[in-house]
């Protein structure tokens, strides 16, 4: 498993070799990328098979080991690291050296066949979605860029070269999110992701960084370990845990940062697809999971990332509810699934969580997928002009409402099982009111499910949409790929008779969680998923539904959902009226303290002196010589008095 | 024997002569024309006092020619430099159509 680190890399050396020579080559270099991604999709399933294979006596693996009674427990970690740079020079005893690491556990595996497979469907996908774009090279070198980034942010061993890729990954999804710089909401909606985002990476560089002056070291496994032995005190492990969140809080769109995910709907769908449903938002989710040992020694940290998941789920499921745009549902859909991951991870659902970011990351890039299906043959984003499509785009109507039952909760289908787990997870370890308020979330969003299910591809078809084709096959091959997973990955979950311990004994972070389901909150979930879909198909097919319209506008709580909350105001008022005019008053100290005063203070006094001075230079010969004799008789009458 | 005060007076007057034109004079030429006077009373200055010297020193006989020889550097450094600023004042007047050097505050801030 020495060169996983190939996996990002291939990636890597794609985009600029796209960006130098694509334009020569055929189809603007974009199979490089789709190679690149694709032989990492091969080494995955390598690492998998490797990592199966090993055990804490093949080279770099181990288990911790416990100090009390010497015994091991904890997943399998792999890691290997190379010199990066020495801070100071090396050798002395204050230099700090600097790695290049990557770090294998069941976490990182499991995310590198997540990121891989969904970059390949999305890059295969764009083949079609993207033909005749005049920036169809630079999408795929930007497209293979974020690839790397992220598997090397999957596959970091370290808090730095996270923080790097972090931050590569941030750039790419601003780079997508306005590919079509050309369009003003475009470039607003990437510029707003970019600052909205920096906000919570402050917070994270930071953490970072206080964990580094306590540690000595970015090494994740050697803070772990202080964490473990006493070394970080509980305050310390809060202070740090609570920065990363804010980090995680800025890439997974929690509240209060999740404003920028549902204008990042901006970009192409399959960057939606890719880097705002099934990847880069969940990075956010991955750094929380990464970092579980900080998290876990401070209960009230966990308390936070319950509270913000929750909130942020209960409230973006509502406004998925009234959103007329079909790729804003499923941004609000996936703001609210990230919300739920947070709180799995707040009630120590380690794996219900891992195992809902792959079942959610399948089935989300499949619903955006579909809905840029949609998108590219009716150019149409409101679903309030379309309906009936299932007549038009049959395979369309089938993966997507696969997509939205599997989101939605509907058993045997694989978001069926990781929201039970979710479940179970909050049931266990949260108190009542947590569990009726994340029951709440799973009926919305079922019933949103439901919404963005029926209305467009059921019901009346428009006229004007009657000249609607289906998919071409390099988008419906992966949508079709995506399907399977979305309905067969939950099976993954039990304890299958025979060695496999289910995904809980597979990933799980102190001790093995092997498969529970608990059936009276099964059936709970399973009731609601149900009348949610029963509620959807009355309000949106038998008519219901062309009322709304009508309907907004005259209920308070109708208008304020779909005002969204009024965040977006609140911040546009906190810019206007606080931000800017302290702005205004830092640049104003700027140009008149700092430039007239400091600056060109000194400049100007040298001038007017100047200015003073030069009155003697007058151009007369006759005055020079007069300055000479009048020189020479004070030197004369000096001398005289002097020498006597 | 002449006494030397004599020839310093004559030195100094010529000197305080030329040294007024060069101030107050306004044509070029003119100033040029009061340099070579404060050269010629330099001269006299020397000249007198090598010879006054150098009689004191060794009886009826000169022996000390230093005063003369830097007076005769001083009149062939004087001619050259009278053929030079007569050459810029020609120039000057070719330019600018005057002599007159309080027209002349090119060098002026």
Request: proline share 3%.
């Amino acid at each position: 498993m020495t060169w996983a680190w190939l996996i990002p890399v291939l990636s890597f050396a794609a985009a600029p070799l796209i960006v130098v020579a694509g334009r020569f080559l055929p189809g603007k270099g974009s199979f490089l990328a789709i190679l690149a991604i694709a032989a990492g999709f091969g080494l995955f399933w390598l690492t998998l098979s490797g990592f199966l294979e090993a055990n804490t006596s093949t080279e770099g693996c181990a288990r911790i080991v416990s100090a009390e009674t010497g015994k091991e427990s904890g997943p399998l970690t792999c890691q290997y690291e190379k010199t990066w740079f020495y801070a100071g020079l090396p050798g002395l005893e204050d230099s700090v050296e600097l790695t290049w690491g990557i770090l294998i556990d069941p976490v990182t595996v499991v995310m590198l066949g997540l990121v891989t497979f969904v970059a390949l469907m999305v890059q295969v996908y764009s083949l079609g979605y993207m033909r005749g774009d005049p920036k169809f090279g630079w999408y795929y070198a930007v497209h293979a860029l974020f690839a790397a980034s992220m598997l090397t942010l999957v596959l970091a061993d370290n808090f730095l070269l996270l923080y790097v890729s972090w931050e590569l990954v941030g750039a790419c999804s601003y780079l997508l999110i306005g590919f079509w710089h050309e369009r003003p909401a475009a470039r607003e909606a990437a510029k707003k992701a970019f600052v909205v985002t920096r906000i919570g990476d402050v917070g994270m560089l930071v953490g970072i960084l206080l964990l580094w002056r306590e540690v000595g070291s970015f090494e994740m496994s050697a803070a772990f370990e202080a964490v473990r032995n006493g070394a970080i005190g509980e305050g310390t492990a809060t202070a740090a845990a609570l920065l990363l969140f804010l980090g995680a809080m800025g890439k997974s769109a929690q509240f209060p940062f999740h404003v920028w995910l549902p204008d990042a709907m901006e970009g192409p769908t399959p960057v939606s697809a890719l880097i705002h449903a099934a990847t880069m938002v969940v990075a956010g989710v991955y750094l929380v999971a990464r970092a579980y040992p900080i998290f876990e020694a401070s209960g009230s940290a966990l308390l936070v990332v319950a509270i913000i998941g929750l909130l942020t789920a209960l409230m973006s499921s509502t406004i998925a509810l009234v959103s007329t745009d079909l790729k804003r549902i499923l941004a609000y859909s996936t703001i609210s699934h990230l919300g739920l991951m947070m709180l799995s991870l707040g009630a120590f659902g380690y794996t219900a969580a891992v195992f809902h970011l792959l079942a959610h990351g399948f089935a989300k890039a499949l619903l955006f997928l579909g809905a840029g299906s949609v998108l590219h043959s009716t150019e149409e984003q409101d679903v309030r002009n379309m309906g009936g499509l299932r007549r038009v785009m049959p395979l369309t109507t089938i993966v997507f409402s696969i997509g939205a039952l599997s989101l939605g909760g509907i058993p045997i289908l694989s978001g069926f099982w990781s929201k039970d787990e979710i479940l179970l997870a909050v049931s266990q370890h949260r108190n009542v009111v947590f569990l009726i308020l994340t029951l709440v979330t799973a009926f919305l969003s079922a019933l949103y499910m439901a919404r963005a299910m029926f209305v467009p591809f059921f019901g009346q078809l428009p006229a004007k949409l009657e000249h609607v084709h289906d998919a071409p096959p390099s988008m419906a091959v992966p949508m079709a790929l995506l399907a399977v997973l979305a309905v067969g990955f939950g099976f993954l979950a039990f304890n299958w008779p025979g060695e496999y311990v289910g995904f809980g004994g597979f990933v799980f972070d102190a001790k093995p969680h092997g498969f529970e389901f608990l059936v009276w909150l099964g059936a709970i979930s399973i009731v609601l998923a149900v009348v949610a879909f029963a509620i959807g198909y009355v309000l949106y097919i038998r008519g219901a539904y062309r009322s709304e319209r009508e309907r907004a506008g005259k209920s308070g709580l109708v208008k304020m959902v779909e005002s969204k909350y009024y965040i977006d105001e609140v911040y546009q008022w906190t810019i206007d009226r606080l931000v800017l005019i302290f702005a205004n008053f830092i640049g104003l100290f700027d140009r008149a303290v700092v430039n007239d005063l400091a600056v060109n203070g000194p400049a100007n006094t040298v001038r007017h002196v100047g200015i003073a001075l030069r009155v003697h230079i007058t151009g007369h010969v006759y005055s020079y010589a007069l300055g000479m004799v009048a020189g020479t008789l004070v030197v004369a009458v000096i001398w005289w008095i002097v020498a006597g | 024997m002449v006494p030397l005060v004599y020839f310093q007076l004559l030195s100094a007057a010529l000197f305080v002569i030329g040294l007024y034109g060069v101030l107050a004079r306004r044509s070029a030429v003119l100033v040029v024309m009061s340099i070579e006077l404060m050269l010629n009373a330099v001269n006299i200055n020397l000249i007198a006092a090598a010879a006054h010297l150098g009689y004191r020193s060794v009886g009826e006989v000169f022996v000390h020619f230093d005063g003369q020889i830097i007076a005769i550097f001083i009149i062939t450094v004087a001619a050259a430099e009278v053929g030079l600023a007569l050459a810029i004042i020609l120039r000057m007047y070719r330019n600018r159509g005057t002599v007159n050097v309080d027209e002349i505050d090119l060098m002026r801030w």
